[in-house]
């Protein structure tokens, strides 16, 4: 019913960019416009946490860990989501998730796993 598919991951020089791509799908009922969406990312040996979100108003959330250097974006005309990351670091290091709550549902003002109900399958990204 609902699919999503990271791509854009690789590794990368330590303050050089990158820009993760998800595609959203749904058979059917509510595209991406109708569903706060979000990016999440996990280390090795590390809880998942989230990085950036953003709310069917179009506002934007950010953890302090990438505030300044990431930006979420949708394009609902193409069912997809981005999170362009800019000056990288090592830290930023892990397999990066992209996410989808139930349509018209609410975000919390943290980005929360629990607010997300579907999940890619993620998308390495290595900072050197």
């Known amino acids: 019913q609902v699919q999503l598919v990271e791509s854009g991951g690789g590794s990368v020089q330590g303050g050089g960019s990158l820009r993760l791509s998800c595609a959203f799908s749904v058979h059917t009922g509510y595209d991406i416009s109708s569903r706060c969406m979000g990016w999440f990312r996990q280390a090795p040996g590390k809880e998942r946490e989230g990085a950036a979100k953003?709310?069917?108003?179009?506002?934007?959330f950010y953890s302090d860990s990438v505030e300044g250097r990431f930006t979420i974006s949708e394009d609902s005309a193409k069912d997809a989501l981005y999170l362009q990351m800019n000056s990288l670091k090592a830290e930023d290091t892990a397999m990066y998730y992209c996410a989808a709550a139930r349509p018209r549902w609410n975000c919390g003002v943290s980005i929360g796993r629990a607010d997300f109900d579907y999940w890619g399958q993620g998308t390495q990204v290595t900072v050197s």
């Open positions: 953003i709310k069917q108003d179009g506002s934007t």
